[in-house]
């Protein structure tokens, strides 16, 4: 444990990466269904990932469990074999694509974009070591890749074919090639104030390919997963399994010296702290990926969530920032927010006549609370009210954005987050820089 604790902050989170992609793998060893494991990854590998398609329904959770480990193995390796470095920002990355490998991302339908990050490499003369943050980020768009390798331009799926292998491969390619690029200029966007800085570049892609390989091309978007589906869900699994693996790291945590007063300095800290392994060591990062991830686990059992594939890997989306800064303290008054502008919202829908759709546990609203977390930045700066603030301007948002990008971008809540941020930290900066210079 002492060799653990003393380990540098990339060597210790290559480690974890390779912890979390391992308590996966046992997950998957450990499900009732793990006589289909394989036949439920090739069931999900096969067919259409659109928004909000739950893997628990279409490949059973051993498949989905190993799934989620396999793409962890992946990139796990990518960052030993080139040898790259690993910070909060790879931290955010990696536990972001884990969570979308519950619904979006397969082991299969990464492959294209990060073959695409190492053209990119290749043509710059660039060490791909150095943009492997960019090959996790890639994977935003994996439900483009995926409807193109097994039904595009088919009104229903075709299955694997060639011509869509070709054109899954030069759209991947292409979007892995420019996306670096976007990835240095999104913070400009949005300030630092939105932790989910790769959504802004990853979706203005899928806008665009939306426009031309669909609206203008006359090809009909896929139909959305029917909401049936969504009902299969276990709160059993979810629960048994995120309790495990929080309280282990807590645990380990514990073990490796982390006390309270170490915590707590995250939590009192005036400043919002960018990279918590790296300011504040390993073991308080350790410690706030268990404590967050409870927190995360408790309100979404709170509000009567339903616990599907969906929801399990938005746990996981959520909890990516917690090594960027975001704990219990200055997300609860962006969670407040959403519970807040639901009330509101069904209190005025009722007024004007309205059907009201979006309440606190709509499987939309569950999904768009994970995203609102990336503007946590806006809380440790400006307070709790512009987080509540900020949060209800993101629940009113959130659910109209896929209407760009076609459903095929699953950073469509963080991109979100940075529209919110572009309209209001400009009037923050104005109207509270003496308020914050005060403080």
Known sequence: MKKIKNLPESDFLKLFYLFLSTVFLIGAVCMPDRGEMFSGLWKICSQPGKISTNDFFVGGYAGTFLNVALVGYFFTALFYILKAPANNVSTLGFILTLGFCSWGITILNILPTVLGVALFCLVRKESLSANINATLFS?????????????????????????????????????????????????????????????????????FLNALLYKTM??????APDTETLQVASRMTVNVFCLTLFGA??????????????????????????????????????????LFGAFILAYYNLIGASFNGVTFGIIFCMLATCNSGSHPKNVTPILLGYVAASFLFAWLSKLVG??????????????G??????????????????GFLAAVMHYVLVTSVPNLHGGFCLYNGGFTAAIICLLLVPELERFQARTVDQR
Not at 163 to 175: D, E, T
Not at 218 to 223: E, K, Q, R, S, Y
């Open 249 to 290: 790291c807590v645990v380990l945590a514990l073990l490796l010296g982390c006390r309270w007063k170490d915590y707590k300095a995250l939590l009192l800290s005036k400043e919002h702290v960018g990279s918590v392994s790296g300011k504040l060591g390993n073991p308080v990062f350790l410690m706030n990926f268990g």
């Open 369 to 386: 609370v994970c995203y609102a977390n990336g503007m946590s930045p806006v809380v440790s700066k400006y307070g709790w009210f512009w």
């Open 139 to 207: 994977t935003g768009i994996a439900p483009l890749i995926n409807d193109l390798l097994i039904r595009y331009p088919n009104s229903e799926v075709a299955g694997f074919n060639l011509p869509g292998a070709l054109i899954a491969l030069a759209v991947g390619l292409a979007i892995g090639f420019f996306l670096p690029a976007g990835l240095a200029h999104a913070p400009n966007v949005h300030k630092g104030f939105d932790l989910y800085s790769a959504a802004v570049p990853v979706c203005f892609f899928a806008f």
């Open 218 to 223: 006359g090809v009909a978007l896929p139909a």
């Open 354 to 367: 309205g059907t009201f759709a979006t309440a606190i546990n709509a499987q939309a609203i569950v999904v």
